[in-house]
């Protein structure tokens, strides 16, 4: 089917973008403003983000490539148009390699296009030595100072983060290599480094004492990711195009789009931007699907988040100091940068007299893609398997308001998980507290797109679950010792279901009690 629009899916060439016609949202007067703001840059932003497009512009615009930009807003920035010998790396090539001697060879490799293109010397035999004679040689060359353009600058050492041994080695290549960027400043115009994680200055770049982090800076909150005003201006065509493939107003699909793809905020009182891949690709394959986990959930993310006994129910809200987000990756004590980083978790609110963030996940996307990878993790079970079989019928119950049968489904479900080894001890001691209960639930409540908080404070204590459905919001409560009546003359003696009976939904109050050795629900009772 032609539609007559032409997305960028998987290019992040900015040429090949304005030569061919494809769709671009405008962000160049962010590129132009980040040039000038200062010399030496570093990003951090989620995979998928537009972080590549981003190195791919600067390329151009330090390249000047003029008539690349006609007709764009950093037109009515840029008088001079000067052109600088430009080094972009792509460190993301160097990635999967087993040992330092390895990753060498690896970014050797990557260097060697512009050893052609600016020569290079017998003794220049590591990666650091050779990228110091490029930077000297542009510069004689050409008699300009040099730009360099790092992407994925932490591709080599994601998978090696906690391996002491391995990240030890290899992360003294790394250093070895970036050491010039220091080094060499007189003859450098600008370097911009992007990736997705945050390494401490003291490990990979020990020596670039002057890099200025603008990952939370507001000025350039939304230099990556669409931002509402750019989806209802330059691509509501494209909006009203899908609206009609399925039958719905632009606006009813604007606002499907909007709780599908939209919610990331990178840095505080800022504007909210739009998964810019997941956003592309629906408009192109004219289907809302969670795009941005096709390739499945990053393994990496999924050993952090089992070295770390990651508490996953907690990532519906998040209150976290600022200090948090400077905690280096390679030196943290918990999986939150890593998810904040990787955009699992995102900024939902700030507190400026206490310096809190609120984070949480950001969209239905995001929340539907990391359930889906760790089902498997947690319980054995394929979240595919699960869905079609058993959440299917777990949905249809609760969405018709049949307590009695969606207790039934979940009560054979549970009683058919193989819960995998690694997570037995975890396991048995949340069981003690209920706590395994709400694991499993949130697990099952997630997967199928249903609001579900765990541990809900209110003022007179806390209610295990509480689930947001269109017409009917439940309130549960779970025992181990009590009966399954207990547990319901806790909800009303607490009160826990009185804040929402003001939301216009019908309130159901469910007690449940399980059975702690075989950990299924045994009784129920609903109000």
């Known amino acids: 089917m032609v539609t007559g629009r032409k997305y960028p899916v998987g290019i992040q060439t900015f040429s090949e973008i304005i030569r061919n016609g494809y769709v671009y949202v405008d962000k160049t007067d962010l590129v132009w403003q980040m040039t000038h703001y200062a010399k030496y840059i570093f990003l951090s932003r989620p995979r998928r983000f537009g972080k590549s497009l981003l190195t791919s512009t600067l390329e151009s615009y330090f390249r000047g490539e003029k008539e690349l930009f006609k007709g764009l807003k950093i037109m009515a920035l840029e008088q001079d148009w000067e052109q600088y010998p430009v080094l972009r790396f792509d460190m993301s ?6 040992t330092a001697e390895d990753l060498r060879a690896a970014i050797l490799l990557i260097l060697k296009p512009y050893m052609k293109l600016y020569g290079k010397d017998d003794d220049e035999k590591t990666p650091g030595s050779v990228l110091s ?19 994925e600058y932490d591709a080599p050492l994601l998978e090696v983060i906690h391996e002491s041994g391995q990240m030890g080695a290899m992360r003294k290549v790394m250093q070895e290599f970036y050491q010039p960027l220091k080094a060499c400043e007189a003859k450098i115009k600008f370097c911009f480094i992007t990736g997705i994680t945050k390494f401490s200055q003291l490990s990979i770049f020990s020596t670039i004492n002057n890099l200025t982090n603008v990952t939370m800076d507001t000025m350039f909150a939304t230099i990556c990711g669409m931002t509402e005003r750019e989806l209802t201006t330059t691509l509501w065509e494209d909006i009203e195009r899908l609206a009609a493939i ?138 595919a398997d699960v869905q079609m079989g058993f959440a299917a019928k777990f949905w249809k119950a609760l969405r018709m308001q049949d307590v009695e049968q969606a207790m039934q489904e979940l009560k054979a479900y549970m009683a058919g998980i193989p819960y995998v080894e690694g997570f037995k001890k975890k396991l ?18 997630s997967m199928l797109n249903v609001y579900v908080r765990t541990q809900v404070k209110c003022s007179t204590g806390r209610t295990d679950m509480v689930v947001w459905m269109p017409d009917v919001t439940y309130v549960f409560e779970f025992k181990t010792n009590q009966t399954a009546r207990e547990a319901l003359e806790q909800i009303d003696t607490k009160g826990y279901a009185f804040p929402y009976h003001t939301e216009g939904r019908k309130v159901v109050k469910i007690g449940v009690r399980f059975n702690a050795d075989n950990r299924i629900p045994e009784e129920w009772v609903i109000a």
């Open 93 to 98: 090539l160097a990635k999967g390699q087993d």
């Open 133 to 151: 004679g490029l930077i000297e040689r542009a510069f004689e060359q050409t008699k300009k100072q040099v730009a360099v353009i790092i992407d």
């Open 246 to 383: 399925h039958e719905l107003t632009a606006e009813e699909m604007h606002d499907k789009l909007k709780k599908k793809y939209d919610g990331y905020h990178f840095a505080r009182a800022s504007e909210g931007v739009y998964n810019p891949y997941s956003l592309l690709k629906a408009f192109q394959q004219r289907e809302l699907r969670n795009w941005w986990f096709e390739s499945g959930t990053p393994s990496f993310l999924i050993l952090q988040l089992q070295r770390f006994n990651t508490d996953i129910m907690q990532m519906e809200r998040l209150e976290v100091p600022s200090e948090a987000f400077d905690q280096p990756t390679e030196n943290m004590q918990d999986a939150l940068p890593l998810l904040y980083q990787s955009g699992y978790l995102t900024i939902k609110d700030y507190d400026r007299f206490s310096e809190a963030y609120t984070l949480s996940i950001p969209n239905q996307e995001v929340r539907i893609g990391y359930v889906n990878g760790l089902m498997p993790v947690y319980t054995g079970l394929k979240s």
């Open 428 to 445: 048995a001691e949340a069981a003690t507290a209920e706590g395994f209960y709400e694991y499993t639930l949130y697990l099952i409540f």
